[in-house]
C-alpha cells in the first residue's frame, strides 16, 4: 500500500497552493482521508479530514476558510486546495487513509514540502 501527496512546492505569502492524495494498493475511494502537516520543530497535527462519500469535512481552526478539502472518487484522488497560504502554513503535508473519520489511520502517505515565505 502506498499513499503519495503530491503538489507542495514554495509559495509566496497570500498564494495558493493544491495538494493531492493517490493510492496503490487500496482503492482510495473506500477510505475516509486526512491531511495532516508537520513544522519543523513541532508535533504533527490534523489539517483537515473528508468522509468517503465527501458529505462531510472537517477543518483545524488555523485554516477555515482558507482551505478546502474535496474528492472525486471517480477518480479516487483527494485533494487539499489552501488558499491565502501564511508563513505558518509551512510544513511538511501527508495524507493518510482511515476507515472512517472517527478512526485511528490505516495507512499514511509519504508528506510533499510546502513553504510559504512572507
Known amino acids: 500500500v502506498q499513499l503519495q501527496a503530491s503538489g507542495g512546492g514554495s509559495v509566496q505569502a497570500g498564494e495558493s497552493l493544491r495538494l493531492s492524495c493517490a493510492a496503490s494498493?487500496?482503492?482510495?475511494?473506500?477510505?475516509?482521508i486526512g491531511w495532516f502537516r508537520q513544522a519543523p520543530g513541532k508535533e504533527r497535527e490534523g489539517v483537515s479530514c473528508?468522509?468517503?462519500?465527501?458529505?462531510?469535512?472537517l477543518y483545524e481552526d488555523s485554516v477555515k476558510g482558507r482551505f478546502t478539502v474535496s474528492r472525486d472518487n471517480a477518480k479516487k484522488t483527494v485533494d487539499l486546495q489552501m488558499n491565502t497560504l501564511k508563513p505558518e502554513d509551512t510544513a511538511v503535508y501527508y495524507c493518510?487513509?482511515?476507515?472512517?473519520?472517527?478512526?485511528?489511520?490505516?495507512?499514511w502517505g509519504q508528506g510533499t514540502l510546502v513553504t510559504v515565505s512572507s
Open positions: 493518510a487513509a482511515r476507515r472512517s473519520m472517527s478512526r485511528n489511520v490505516n495507512y
Open positions: 494498493g487500496i482503492s482510495l475511494d473506500t477510505y475516509a
Open positions: 473528508i468522509n468517503i462519500a465527501g458529505s462531510k469535512t
